[in-house]
């Protein structure tokens, strides 16, 4: 915008400056001050501070318009106030010299003033107030630049000391990040970001409502699915999600409206069965080849019907599940089938309902963008990953390993690593590429100094899971599915080739991570990912 009244002249005055000054003067405009002193903040500002190359400073006030010679001084008449110009002058570098004293630790600066008023002609330079040496007026304008110089001449060439100074008039502060702090706003951000799918989505009509959603990691399908939860609820209609993973199911039930029915496949067809006085017997080897059978083949009472069904995970289902499912819909119920093809960790043949309104979504709004570039680089996916996460500079970093000491040793560096980037413990998740009962950290309770938190395989008497004590959640990548971590560490990361599983092994614990991604892969894993 152009500038107008006293700011354009100052704008001029810096042109004129920057034309006959040399490159070894370094001009510094708006200079704005702050101090507390008996209770009160003190500020002002100044309007020029030009550094010579020997560190001595030259404070310039300028004055446009006119002035008033009074015998206190000059005086500048304000719309609200009068200001006395030889005070505020004396003010500004007072207080200039003590806080740049206090920022070089002692060091002493020699600090100047001069007094420019360029559309006014004192009359009476020896009562003004101000050294006479040291007032520019509208007699001495185009002089301006010389007597500047002039007073800055001598002292030699200190480049330290103008670095110091130059950090101190421009404001740098040395500043490190606080992982917390930036993992609050990263999910908020997400949060955010993501919201559109649930926005959308549910803006939708189609008569009966059959909605398939087919939405990458970090889509905002979770969000989605908490919002038509709420939707029902709100709207006096019985909800029910269900999904695969216990992890996600538990996650879900404590975030989701109350009146919501959450629950696995497999926790619903028991509740169900318990309800009907059928309670599956899991002693036997083939229980749950016997609890599937048992819930496809009854008809529950109508206490068991739902207006509204969000089937979650939808990748990880089979045809018979999908089908048993929506059998427990109202006549006039809406259906939901929210899926993610890359995240078929199962490998079963895609079971999403035919002839369903379907809505994609590609873009990951939780992973970094970096993080996001380097997958498309590494790994063959079906089509390019469309990042929506302003998060960049998250470096994505690879160690390796060749046994297996090797491996334990390279996780243990890669959670302190993560510690000295300050992600606390409870923000870093370590997440196996090998399940649960093959991995060789399973029998671990601890890796260096650092405890481990595992789930034990066992339950509460309400239905929670339990973990042992300890600092850092460890979970496989197939339990992790459906959560997420400022700081993932994937580990035990080992393939001999990139085959379609492998990839979407890859694609899950990566991520998973929201901030900071570590992989541990052995060398041969390593090369293929870099290659």
């Known amino acids: 915008m152009p500038a107008t009244g006293p700011l354009a002249r100052e704008i001029q005055t810096l042109a004129a400056l920057e034309e006959g000054l040399s490159d070894d003067y ?109 007032i520019v007026d509208a007699s001495r304008r185009e002089s301006l630049p010389l007597i500047v110089s002039s007073l800055l001449q001598g ?22 990040p606080d992982a917390s702090a930036l993992a609050g706003r990263a999910e908020a951000l997400y949060t955010r970001l993501s919201g559109g799918l649930a926005e959308w989505a549910r803006r939708i009509e189609t008569e009966p409502f059959r909605l398939r959603v087919s939405g990458t990691a970090g889509s905002g399908k979770t969000q989605l699915a908490l919002a038509v939860l709420a939707d029902a609820v709100a709207a006096g209609r019985r909800p029910l999600y269900v999904c695969y993973n ?26 169900i069965l318990r309800a009907h006085g059928r309670p599956p017997d899991f002693s036997q080897p083939d229980a749950f080849a016997r609890l599937e059978a048992a819930f496809e083949t009854m008809e529950p009472d109508p206490s068991w019907r739902f207006d509204e069904i969000v089937i979650d995970e939808g990748q990880d289902f089979r045809p018979a599940w999908r089908d048993t499912l929506l059998r427990l819909l109202t006549p006039e119920g809406r259906a939901w089938w929210l899926e993610d093809p890359l ?20 873009r990951n709004y939780r992973t970094p963008a970096d993080i996001v570039a380097a997958l498309n680089r590494m790994l063959p996916l ?17 160690l390796t390993w060749e046994s297996a000491d090797e491996l334990m040793e390279q996780t243990r560096r890669a959670i302190t690593r993560a510690i000295g980037l300050g992600f606390k413990r409870e923000m870093t998740a370590l997440v196996t590429y090998r399940g649960r009962e093959n991995s060789r950290f399973t029998p671990l309770e601890r890796l260096g100094a650092h405890r481990l938190r595992a789930f034990t395989g066992h ?67 390593a090369r293929q990912l870099s290659g």
């Open 246 to 271: 216990r992890p996600l199911a538990d996650h879900v039930a404590r975030v989701a409206a109350t009146g919501a029915q959450v629950a696995t496949y497999h926790q619903l067809a028991d509740r």
């Open 155 to 176: 002292g030699g060439r200190n480049e330290t000391l103008t670095a110091a100074i130059d950090r101190f008039l421009a404001d740098q502060l040395e500043l490190v």
């Open 459 to 525: 339950y509460d008497l309400l239905g929670s899971p339990l973990y042992t004590e300890g600092d850092i959640l460890i979970d496989s990548v197939y339990r992790f599915k459906g959560q997420a971590a400022p700081c993932v560490i994937f580990t035990e990361i080992d393939f001999e080739a990139l085959d379609p599983l492998t990839v979407r092994k890859l694609f899950v614990g990566a991520t998973r991570a929201s901030m900071k991604l570590i992989l541990v892969a052995s060398r041969r894993a």
């Open 26 to 134: 370094v001009v510094y405009h708006g200079i704005h001050w702050t101090r507390a002193e008996h209770g009160h903040a003190l500020f002002g500002e100044i309007d020029f501070v030009v550094v010579g190359p020997s560190g001595r400073l030259l404070l310039m006030e300028q004055k446009s318009g006119f002035l008033d010679e009074t015998p206190e001084g000059l005086v500048k008449a304000y719309p609200t106030a009068r200001r006395n110009v030889t005070a505020q002058m004396a003010r500004s570098a007072d207080n200039l010299r003590s806080r740049l004293t206090t920022y070089l630790r002692g060091a002493q600066v020699e600090v100047d003033t001069l007094l420019y008023c360029p559309d006014y002609r004192v009359r009476q330079p020896g009562s003004a107030g101000v050294d006479p040496a040291r």
């Open 343 to 362: 995240q078929n960790l199962y490998d079963r043949e895609p079971a999403h309902p035919r002839g369903w309104v379907t809505l994609t979504s590609d």
């Open 382 to 398: 079906p089509k390019p990953l469309e990042a929506g996460s302003p998060i960049t500079a998250s470096e994505l970093e690879i």
